[in-house]
């Protein structure tokens, strides 16, 4: 199998990873990553959930108010999984807010934590870059982090099949 | 959007290949090669180079300044001519009917003349628009081999990739999920599982699964 081939055949990683997220962000609020400590997840405005892997079906896109969000657990329960949503992180006490899309796990539309306005001055540009690199770093951690915990948990031969059931029970439940 | 200001989008590449000895003096020369040419007094529709991260009139890359070690913080810039559909009708019309008019009358263009035609109405267009200037960052952690991009539709992403490949002679593979996940579960008891992990499909609960 080339590489094309597998690619096409494990993009349903980005999709449970997703509805994963809003499963931990549910339930834990949270998690525990490699080098951050503790990141703190809120569900942002948008979630768009879509068919599984190989299943037939719409879209369902929402936005985060309520009404929405019942409909969106609706269509878990009905099946689908989440392609995209808005998640916010909260690091060492900073607040971020980014896109996340199943099929390549983009970051889109990231909004990091404010840093001062932009310098003239060659030496205040470059600790202002840096200063937004790690910023941006921290995020890429942090989403990595999370997927690597979501792996951890998802190819573990007694983990694996544990967390599935805890996740069907969760998108069980009535308007939870 | 991009990685600098206001809200950023992120496209995540590995660098890989052997750069050579003398890495930042390869570098310099080779972003100084690859540098944006400007088509401001020409008909040339595209244009794609390196500038100055923060300011795209910037290609002269005094001091290094794109360096900041281990990073490399370069801008793509990207101008393009569009000619628009609406205008290039009209004047491709003008010159018919002006080719028409030395012709006996009952006589008509030919297909060849007529878009020999377009082509001139093109070119007179193209020396009048002015190019579209966009600009695109990059972030590239040398010491790491990962690069960033502040773009994510396929056609900035084909510029990039091409036009880094160009300048830099090193391959550059977009961090799918997949290839995410196998670096890192590299080397534990998870590798084979991922290997064979299919789909979880629908979770399925109401079936009791």
């Known amino acids: 199998m080339n590489l094309s081939e597998l690619l096409e055949q494990k993009i349903f990683l980005g999709q449970e990873f997703l509805t994963w997220l809003w499963f931990l962000l549910e339930t834990d609020g949270g998690a525990e990553v490699k080098d951050l400590g503790w990141v703190e997840l809120t569900l942002g405005e948008r979630l ?6 190989g299943a037939d079906g719409s879209r369902v896109t929402v936005s985060g108010a309520e009404g929405s969000l019942a409909e969106a657990r609706e269509a ?4 689908k999984l989440v392609e995209a ?3 916010g992180l909260e690091i060492h006490g900073e607040e971020y807010a980014l896109n996340l899309e199943a099929a390549e796990l983009t970051v ?3 909004k990091l934590p404010t840093t001062a306005a932009p310098s003239e001055d060659p030496d205040g540009l470059e600790g202002l870059v840096l200063e937004r690199v790690a910023l941006l770093e921290n995020t890429l951690k942090a989403a990595e982090g999370l997927f690597s915990l979501f792996l951890t948990q998802r ?3 007694i983990e694996g099949p544990e967390l599935r059931k805890a996740m069907g029970q969760w998108a069980a439940q009535e308007g939870a | 959007m991009g990685l600098l200001k206001g809200r950023a989008t992120i496209t ?3 660098v890989s290949g052997e750069p050579p000895a003398g890495f930042w003096d390869f570098i310099d020369r080779r972003v100084k090669a690859h540098a944006f040419k400007d088509i401001e007094s020409s008909t040339e529709e595209l244009s794609v180079g390196w500038c100055a991260i923060n300011d795209y009139f910037d290609t002269e890359f005094a001091f290094m300044a794109y360096a900041m070690e ?3 913080l370069l801008g793509l810039r990207v101008d393009q001519r569009r000619v628009p559909a609406t205008l290039l009708k009209k004047y491709h019309r003008l010159e018919m009917d002006k080719a028409k008019s030395y012709l006996d009358e009952g006589r008509n263009l030919g297909r060849v003349r007529r878009e020999e035609l377009k082509d001139k109405a093109r070119l007179g267009l193209l020396a009048r628009i002015p190019p579209e200037t966009k600009l695109y960052e990059m972030v590239w952690d040398t010491a790491r081999g990962e690069l960033w991009l502040g773009a994510a539709t396929r056609k900035v992403m084909d510029l990039f990739e091409e036009h880094f490949v160009a300048s830099f002679g090193l391959e550059l593979t977009p961090r799918l999920p997949f290839l995410v996940a196998r670096d890192l579960v ?3 008891q998870l590798a084979p599982a991922l290997e064979e992990a299919r789909p979880w499909g629908p979770l399925a609960w109401e079936q009791g699964a």
Request: charged share 20%.
């Open chain 2, 12 to 14: 995540r590449y590995t």
């Open chain 1, 76 to 79: 878990l329960r009905q099946g």
């Open chain 2, 70 to 72: 281990p990073y490399v």
């Open chain 1, 48 to 53: 768009v959930l879509g068919p599984a892997m």
């Open chain 1, 155 to 157: 190819l573990d031969p």
């Open chain 2, 186 to 188: 590299a080397g534990s």
């Open chain 1, 85 to 87: 949503l808005r998640v």
């Open chain 1, 108 to 110: 889109k539309s990231l």
